[in-house]
């Protein structure tokens, strides 16, 4: 049986994957090279395993909320012709709202 809930290192393990395969959707689709500074990385570690009870799909919707949709919306605002490395180097919550501080 698959327990309901994850330990820290199984958290992470599920962070790299997912980040990895946003960083190679993008690499595809923009030709962006993303980081996940270690800010950033640790920031979204401490929001995920503050919830004991996550599953894997929870963890999913979590990194949606937290990263995903945030660093869309940063995308969009910059010029769309921009490639190369881009580092997401904190992510913040606003007024309930997530949101991303990149560097490239």
């Known amino acids: 049986m698959v327990p309901n809930h994850h330990d820290r290192a199984a ?17 595809t689709e923009q030709g962006i090279d993303l980081t996940l500074g270690p800010r950033a990385r640790a920031r ?13 799909h929870s963890i999913g919707s979590a990194l949606e909320d937290i990263l995903i949709a945030p660093l869309d919306q940063a995308l969009s605002t910059h010029d769309p012709t921009r490639s190369g ?11 309930g709202t997530w949101t991303v501080s990149l560097r490239g």
Not at 11 to 27: F, P
Not at 44 to 56: N, R, S
């Open 85 to 95: 490395t881009l580092t997401v180097t904190d992510v913040a919550r606003e007024y």
């Open 44 to 56: 979204l570690l401490v929001e995920l395993t503050t919830d004991q009870h996550l599953d894997d």
């Open 11 to 27: 958290i992470e393990q599920i962070v790299d994957l997912l980040v990895g395969r946003l960083a190679a959707r993008l690499r």
